[in-house]
Structure formats: C-alpha cells, structure tokens
C-alpha cells in the first residue's frame, strides 16, 4: 500500500503564476483534505473533497480552489501566487469515518519568489 | 487567530523519564482532540485522540489529559525513548468526524540518551 502521495516533492514559482499540486489518496480512501503549513506554524484547514466536490472550506481565499477525480485523486490550484503562499502543502486522505482516520502524505514544499 | 496553542516550541527529555505537552485553545466549540507527530520530510501521524465527554485516554506509553474548564490539554509520554523525538501537534475539531482541525504551531521534542 502506498499510502498517501503527493506530487511535485518540491516547486519553485514567480509571484503572479498559477500552480497546481496532486495528490493521490491511500487506497481505500474516498476523501481528500488539503492543508497548508507556513513554516514554524501548525498546518491550516484550506478544504475537503468527498464525492467530487467541496465539503468544507477554510478561511482561504478563492484564489485557492481544488478539484476530486472520479478516483478520489484530488488537486489543489492556487491562482496569483503571493509570497505569502510559500509553505509545505499537505494532503490527507481518508474513509470519511472519522478524523483520527486521516493519513497524511509527505507534502508538496513551495517556494514563491 | 489561533484557536489552539503550543506555547512551548521545543522541550529536551533524558531517556527513560516523562515528556510532558502542553496545548490550550479558545473555541469552546471545540470537542475532539488529536495529537499528531511528525518527523522531518514526513506527513503529520495519528497519535492518540480524546473526546470532550472524557478527562483522560490512553495508549500504551501516551496518555492524553483534557480540562475542559480550563481549556487545556497535555500529552504524557512515559517512558521517553530516542524514537519519540520529534514535532508534536495539538488539534482541534468541532466533533470526531470534523475534518476541519485547527492545528497548533507544534512542540519538537528531542530525548537525550
């Protein structure tokens, strides 16, 4: 089982640009949540997707906005890049159960300059 | 506005004795509690969770405590072994199947041999 993965590993970006991260969720898994981790801080609730739409947001603004794939695969989008978006971005998968059933994957670091 | 805080951002321990975690939060919303540890270029790991309707729960060397009158829970861990060293989130949700955890700023622990 490969559990939760999470592409790029690493992404360097313009302010202003667009980016798009990915996730795959451990199998079994139906519901994606994504967090965002500015360093030194705890990571923050950005939102989460089950049955292909959101189900709860954070207080993030709607240049952030996702998508779930009919195999529960998930991206994050984040549109005019601010410095203020560099962090660690992490995604969590799980069955929809319960919280503590969430498995985190390794996280997406990103750099705007 | 942070709802859950770590106010210590690091503790030392010696091999074999107690580690002791603090977190305090302000939602009074708030009625399930995660622990979460996490070692470098990983994911945020479950560790052990506790319900508003209980004051203590445990798991092997891990025992969460909640005073919900004071707002306030710790993590004891007994023994502390070299594995335990690293970064150890608090979190908060408004009920166990709440996907939007408020996270604290974390606590790294390192246990000297």
């Known amino acids: 089982d490969a559990g939760v993965t999470q592409s790029p590993t690493h992404l360097i970006k313009t302010r202003g640009q667009q980016v798009t991260l990915r996730c795959s969720p451990k199998?079994?898994?139906?519901?994606v949540s994504w967090y965002q981790q500015a360093l030194g801080q705890g990571p923050q609730f950005i939102f989460q997707?089950?049955?292909?739409?959101?189900?709860q947001r954070g207080n993030f603004p709607d240049r952030f906005s996702g998508h779930q794939f009919p195999n529960y695969s998930s991206e994050l989008n984040v549109n005019a890049l601010w410095l203020g978006d560099s962090a660690l971005y992490l995604c969590?998968?799980?069955?929809?159960?319960?919280?503590?059933?969430?498995?985190f994957g390794p996280g997406t670091r990103l750099t705007v300059t | 506005d942070q709802q859950v805080k770590q106010n210590s951002p690091s503790l030392s321990v010696q091999e074999g004795r107690i580690s002791i975690l603090n977190c305090d939060y302000t939602?009074?919303?708030?009625?399930?509690f995660l622990w979460y540890k996490k070692y470098p270029a990983e994911g945020p790991t479950f560790l052990i969770s506790?319900?508003?309707?209980?004051d203590k729960n445990e798991d092997g060397r891990f025992t969460v405590f909640l005073n919900k009158s004071a707002k306030h829970l710790s993590l004891h861990i007994v023994p502390s072994q070299p594995g335990d060293s690293a970064v150890y989130f608090c979190?908060?949700?408004?009920?166990?199947?709440?996907?939007?955890?408020?996270f604290g700023a974390g606590t790294t622990v390192t246990v000297r041999a």
């Open positions: 969590a998968s799980s069955s929809g159960l319960a919280v503590y059933e969430q498995y």
């Open positions: 199998s079994g898994h139906d519901t």
């Open positions: 997707y089950y049955e292909e739409e959101e189900r």
């Open positions: 939602n009074s919303m708030f009625d399930y």
């Open positions: 506790i319900s508003s309707i209980k």
């Open positions: 979190a908060a949700s408004e009920g166990f199947n709440d996907y939007k955890l408020s």
